[in-house]
C-alpha cells in the first residue's frame, strides 16, 4: 500500500507521528481495519523518516500492521510479510545495540513479530513452520518477564527506544503477560490442528490462566478461552474437567450477555453434549452414521439425565425466541433433543419431536436436501426402536432415494442407509406386536 506524504494539517513528522500512533490505536480498537491499515502504513512512513531503517519503533509500527492485516482482515500473506519485515529490522537493531532498555524491547517485539508469523503459517497450514515460530516467541517472551521481574530496578522503557518520545506504549509485566496469552492460544490452536489435544489442553488452560490474571475470573474474553479448552479436554475424554470449562463459560456468558443470549444457547448445548459423553455407552455421537453405534444412555444418572434434557429444552427455547423455529439453529437444537430422547431409550419422544424436525428441514433446506435425508434417516432409527417397523423402512428408503440423488449412490451415507435397509429385510421384522418384543432392541445408528 502506498502512503502520500502530503498532509493536510501540516505538522513535523514528529507531530503527524503522535497523531496517526493514537488515531491507528483507536481504528484498532474499534476493529475498523480497513482505517487500521491505512494509519499504521502512516506510521510506518514516518517512523521511517524520523528515525532511519534500523529502529525498534519502526518494527513496532510494521508488527502493529501485521497483527491488523490478520486480526481484522484475515490476510495471511500482508501479515506475513509485515511481520517478517519487523523481525529483519528488529535482527539490525539488535547488532547495534547497547541499552538495556533498547534490548529489552527488542526482544519483546521479536516475540510479538515471531507470534504474528506463526500466527500467518497456520492460516496457510505450513505447521510445522508456524510450531518454530510460535515456540521461538515463547522463549523470548519468556526471558522478557525474567528480565523484567528480575533483572529491570528502573522505570519501565518506552516502546519506542527512545527517552525523549512522548508515545505512552510501555513494555511492562502487563504488556508482557498479554504476548504470553496470544501465543499460549496459538501454540494451542496449532496442537489442535495437529491432533495433539492433551498438549492443547494445556496450553489453553495456560491461555485462562494468564488472561484471569490480566482480566478477572468473570471477563467475557475467557468465554470463548474455556469453550476451546473444553473442546480439548473432551477429545482427551477428560469429560469432568470440560464441564467445568463449559459450566464457568455458562455463568460468565449469562452475566455478560444475559440469560436468553444465543452464546448460551451455544454453550447449553455443549455442556449437554459433554454430559453424554460422560457415560460409557454414549461415546460415539448419533450423527456418525455408523451401524454399530450404540444408542443408550443407560449409565447416566436419573438427575443427570434432567439436566441434560433441560439445557437442550433451554437451547431450543433460546433459539426459536431469538431467530425462529425454522431457522437452521434452532432445527439443529430440537434435532439434538430427539437424538437425547433417543439415547434414553424415550422413543415415542423421539419420533414425536424428529417428525417436527423433518417437517422444518423440508421447509427450510428443501425437501430432497442433505438435511432433510439427515432427518428422515434419524426418524427412521426412532420409530425402529419405538417396533414401528413399517414406518421405519419408510423413512429409510426416502433417506436412501435422496441421498443417492444428492450424493451419489456409493456415497457412504447412501451405503450406510442401504446397509441398514439390508439388515432389516435379512432379519425379517415387522411392526412390533408380541414377536418383536421378545428379540433385542434395534439398537443401531443408521
Known amino acids: 500500500?502506498?502512503?502520500?506524504?502530503?498532509?493536510?494539517?501540516?505538522?513535523?513528522?514528529?507531530?503527524?507521528?503522535?497523531d496517526a500512533l493514537t488515531q491507528a490505536a483507536?481504528?484498532?480498537?474499534?476493529?475498523?481495519?480497513?482505517?487500521?491499515?491505512?494509519?499504521?502504513?502512516?506510521?510506518?512512513?514516518?517512523?521511517?523518516i524520523i528515525f532511519g531503517d534500523a529502529h525498534v519503533e519502526l518494527a513496532r509500527c510494521h508488527i502493529e500492521l501485521a497483527s491488523v492485516y490478520l486480526e481484522l482482515k484475515g490476510f495471511w500473506e500482508q501479515s506475513l510479510s509485515h511481520a517478517v519485515k519487523g523481525r529483519d529490522i528488529l535482527l539490525l537493531v539488535e547488532k547495534h545495540v547497547t541499552s538495556h532498555d533498547t534490548r529489552l524491547?527488542?526482544?519483546?517485539?521479536?516475540?510479538?513479530?515471531?507470534c504474528t508469523i506463526g500466527r500467518a503459517l497456520m492460516m496457510c497450514d505450513q505447521l510445522k513452520e508456524a510450531g518454530a515460530s510460535l515456540r521461538d516467541a515463547e522463549l523470548m517472551c519468556t526471558e522478557c518477564g525474567k528480565i523484567i521481574s528480575c533483572s529491570y530496578s528502573g522505570p519501565s522503557p518506552r516502546a519506542d527506544g527512545n527517552d525523549d518520545s512522548t508515545h505512552p506504549h510501555i513494555v511492562t509485566m502487563v504488556t508482557v503477560a498479554r504476548l504470553e496469552e496470544d501465543i499460549a492460544c496459538a501454540l494451542a490452536r496449532l496442537s489442535f490442528k495437529q491432533n495433539n489435544y492433551e498438549l492443547a489442553g494445556r496450553y489453553f488452560t495456560k491461555a485462562v490462566d494468564h488472561h484471569i490474571s490480566h482480566h478477572g475470573n468473570s471477563s467475557e474474553g475467557l468465554i470463548v478461552l474455556l469453550q476451546e479448552l473444553a473442546r480439548a479436554e473432551g477429545y482427551c475424554k477428560n469429560y469432568s474437567a470440560a464441564a467445568k470449562a463449559l459450566s464457568t463459560a455458562l455463568d460468565i456468558s449469562q452475566l455478560t450477555h444475559g440469560e436468553e443470549s444465543e452464546g448460551v444457547a451455544y454453550i447449553c448445548r455443549a455442556l449437554a453434549s459433554i454430559r453424554l459423553m460422560s457415560t460409557k455407552d454414549a461415546l460415539m455421537s448419533l450423527e456418525d452414521g455408523d451401524v454399530t453405534t450404540h444408542v443408550t444412555i443407560s449409565e447416566l444418572s436419573?438427575?443427570?439425565?434432567?439436566?441434560?434434557?433441560?439445557?437442550?429444552?433451554?437451547?431450543?427455547?433460546?433459539?426459536?425466541s431469538l431467530l425462529g423455529e425454522e431457522h437452521c439453529e434452532a432445527i439443529e437444537c430440537k434435532e439434538d433433543l430427539a437424538r437425547f430422547y433417543l439415547l434414553a431409550s424415550r422413543y415415542e419422544e423421539a419420533v414425536s419431536v424428529q417428525r417436527g424436525v423433518v417437517k422444518l428441514k423440508k421447509k427450510t433446506f428443501g425437501t430432497r436436501s442433505r438435511e432433510a435425508a439427515y432427518s428422515y434417516k434419524l426418524l427412521g432409527t426412532a420409530y425402529m426402536s419405538a417396533g414401528m417397523v413399517q414406518e421405519s423402512r419408510k423413512c429409510l428408503e426416502k433417506a436412501m432415494n435422496i441421498y443417492s440423488s444428492v450424493l451419489g449412490e456409493n456415497h457412504k451415507e447412501t451405503v450406510c442407509v442401504m446397509r441398514s435397509l439390508d439388515l432389516m429385510a435379512s432379519f425379517g421384522f415387522s411392526d412390533r406386536q408380541d414377536p418383536l418384543h421378545s428379540r433385542p432392541l434395534f439398537r443401531t445408528v443408521v
Open 105 to 114: 524491547l527488542a526482544l519483546y517485539h521479536n516475540s510479538w513479530a515471531c
Open 302 to 320: 436419573t438427575e443427570d439425565a434432567a439436566e441434560v434434557e433441560q439445557l437442550l429444552r433451554r437451547a431450543e427455547g433460546i433459539m426459536c
Open 26 to 48: 483507536q481504528a484498532t480498537l474499534k476493529k475498523d481495519g480497513d482505517t487500521a491499515v491505512q494509519l499504521w502504513v502512516k506510521c510506518c512512513a514516518l517512523s521511517r
Open 1 to 18: 500500500m502506498e502512503f502520500n506524504m502530503q498532509d493536510n494539517d501540516g505538522g513535523t513528522p514528529e507531530q503527524l507521528r503522535v
